[in-house]
């Protein structure tokens, strides 16, 4: 008697879950074709597991087919956006330094229709709103806690020389998480007084990464015991990778730099339309949320439910990115990546 008992039930759930996965396909079919979608991203937009997590969906939700094409930096990326031949819709993962310093909005149009009333105003740097912020982060500093008990709490602090040769920072060239940290030296110490403070800080430079990911597998292993990086980091790692529970967060006393990645739809989108419609869907909680768990920033709609674990991390951050105006990035920038290069590069 127990036995058929079980097999009943279990033949309820299987037509149920059948019944669904049916409902599901009916419901899809029923939608009409919306047509086909291009993203340029960077690499780390599939290796961070992002693409597959919110493209799946937006499939299901819109019936239309995605395409990515992937740049290994945001150099290249910017690059492409320049070459008149091309025909994508979206554009994801350009930061904030990199948009005003290259100039990359003037590639993407204006959102007029888009609701943004749930997104956190502070943030959005670019008002004609042709680029929008759907991730962010204020910089800090990561550490190993296993190796390293008592952080460096400045960056007067960062240099003493009993910290010679431990600290990973990524590179301004082809960094974004760079040049945001190029951007804050400069916004703490002058056009003049970073260059001292980078002279300061060169001997206790371990390695000059291409971008965060390498930087952080560095931290990873304990070939080095800090970088420059993203203050979500610890608590990202708390949520998603227990294992690696020594990696801790700080804040400088001089204050942070805000650091955030976003997106746009092209001039000459192909499909604008559904461009308008996933930039909507980026930008809701249920993606948002997705945002978090992949990239380890935090969301920029304010209805997103936060894991529980970033309880613990302070959200409220003194922020210096308005001590540098976009002018004076657009022309200084160059200067800034020559005096890096001559006293940071190996």
């Not at 299987?14 to 993203?39: M, N, R, V």
């Not at 819109?62 to 992937?70: F, G, K, R, Y």
């Not at 390293?148 to 009993?162: C, I, M, N, W």
């Not at 922020?319 to 200084?332: A, E, G, K, T, Y």
Request: hydrophobic content about 40%; glycine content about 4%.
């Amino acid at each position: 008697m127990k036995t058929k008992l079980t097999l009943l039930i279990l033949i309820i759930l299987l037509s149920a879950g059948c019944k669904k996965d049916s409902d599901t396909s009916q419901a899809q079919a029923s939608l009409p074709f919306a047509g086909e979608l291009t993203i340029y991203a960077l690499d780390s937009f599939r290796s961070s597991g992002l693409e597959n997590a919110l493209l799946s969906d937006f499939r299901k939700l819109m019936n239309c087919q995605v395409n990515t094409i992937l740049f290994e930096n945001i150099k290249s990326l910017a690059t492409a956006l320049r070459d008149s031949s091309q025909h994508a819709d979206i554009v994801l993962g350009i930061d904030n330094g990199f948009a005003v310093s290259d100039t990359l909005a003037e590639h993407f149009v204006p959102h007029p229709d888009l609701n943004l009333e749930d997104i956190n105003r502070d943030i959005i740097q670019d008002y004609s709103y042709r680029i929008l912020p759907y991730a962010q982060s204020h910089l800090g500093l990561v550490y190993n806690s296993k190796i390293l008990p008592k952080p460096p709490t400045s960056f007067g602090e960062l240099q003493d020389a009993r910290h010679f040769n431990q600290v990973a920072v990524c590179d301004p060239q082809f960094s974004g998480l760079g040049r945001a940290t190029l951007y804050w030296s400069v916004a703490l110490f002058g056009s003049d007084g970073f260059e001292h403070m980078l002279k300061a800080l060169r001997k206790n430079v371990y390695r000059i990464y291409p971008d965060q990911k390498t930087a952080l597998d560095a931290l990873y292993k304990g070939e080095c015991r800090m970088m420059l990086g993203l203050n979500t980091t610890a608590v990202w790692l708390m949520e998603t990778d227990p294992d690696k529970k020594d990696i801790k967060t700080s804040m400088f006393q001089e204050g942070s730099y805000l650091y955030t990645e976003c997106a746009g739809i092209l001039k000459d989108a192909p499909n604008p339309a559904l461009a308008q419609k996933f930039i909507a869907y980026l930008l809701s909680p249920s993606a948002q949320k997705l945002v978090i768990y992949k990239t380890g920033m935090l969301p920029v709609n304010r209805k997103t439910l936060m894991p529980n674990t970033y309880s613990s991390m302070s959200l409220n951050t003194w922020s210096v990115n308005s001590r540098l105006s976009p002018s004076q990035i657009r022309d200084n920038t160059p200067a800034w990546l020559d005096s890096w290069m001559r006293l940071m590069s190996y």
